[in-house]
T-cell receptor, first 115, second 112 residues
Framework: NAGVTQTPKFQVLKTGQSMTLQCAQD?????MYWYRQDPGMGLRLIYY???????DKGEVPNGYNVSRLNKREFSLRLESAAPSQTSVYFC??????????????FGPGTRLTVL | QQQVKQSPQSLIVQKGGISIINCAYE??????FPWYQQFPGKGPALLIA?????SEKKEGRFTISFNKSAKQFSLHIMDSQPGDSATYFC???????????FGTGTSLTVIP
């Protein structure tokens, strides 16, 4: 049981390049999330997927797109990276927030630098 | 606008002391309040959580105190240990909703 896994762990991009961050969970959780963490800002929600087949915007969605590929996988895409997107990105999952309380399980993070 | 305000930003405590981290919120619709612990280079991990129908919840050395009328909640770490040195985040969510709002984090250092 690996929990929540993310790839890659580190990435350096040039302004304007695109990339996809991958996330997978093996806990049979229904909901998945993408957060970014910046110094002094805490964790801010980018996008989430309440269940397979649905996605919704969070607090800071601009410049990002997501795909809920299946129940296990939720990817985050940067179409044209900007220096303001330099951050640590965390994927998280949660069993079923509509039926149970309970926190989210986080992956180890992807450290992205945009030059 | 920060939905959840957390203080202090950093905290240094002697081994065996009590660490106290405070959070405040405005949205009275919030009804689930978790605390997360994050070690350097790792993702946050759920530590303890409370719902507003109780004023206190204790798990081992970790206690959440909740004051509904003041819209404040706090994390107390009793007998703090060097292994507790980490960043702590409070959070809040509405109902069983999907979106958690996080505080800005407190960096705790426990000195041996």
């Amino acid at each position: 049981n690996a929990g929540v896994t993310q790839t890659p762990k580190f990435q350096v991009l040039k302004t304007g390049q695109s990339m996809t961050l991958q996330c997978a969970q093996d806990m049979n959780h229904n909901s998945m999330y993408w957060y970014r963490q910046d110094p002094g800002m805490g964790l801010r929600l980018i996008y989430y997927s309440a269940s397979e087949g649905t996605t919704d915007k969070g607090e800071v969605p601009n410049g990002y797109n997501v795909s809920r590929l299946n129940k296990r996988e939720f990817s985050l895409r940067l179409e044209s990276a900007a220096p303001s997107q330099t951050s640590v990105y965390f994927c998280a999952s949660r069993l079923n927030p509509l039926r149970t309380s309970g926190g989210s399980f986080f992956g180890p993070g992807t450290r992205l630098t945009v030059l | 606008q920060q939905q959840v305000k957390q203080s202090p930003q950093s905290l240094i405590v002697q081994k065996g002391g009590i660490s106290i981290i405070n959070c405040a919120y405005e949205n009275t619709a919030f009804d689930y309040f978790p605390w997360y612990q994050q070690f350097p280079g790792k993702g946050p991990a759920l530590l303890i959580a409370i719902r507003p129908d109780v004023s206190e919840k204790k798990e081992g050395r970790f206690t959440i105190s909740f004051n509904k009328s003041a819209k404040q909640f706090s994390l107390h770490i009793m007998d703090s240990q060097p292994g507790d040195s980490a960043t702590y985040f409070c959070a809040a969510s509405r109902g069983y909703g999907n979106q958690f709002y996080f505080g800005t984090g407190t960096s705790l250092t426990v000195i041996p």
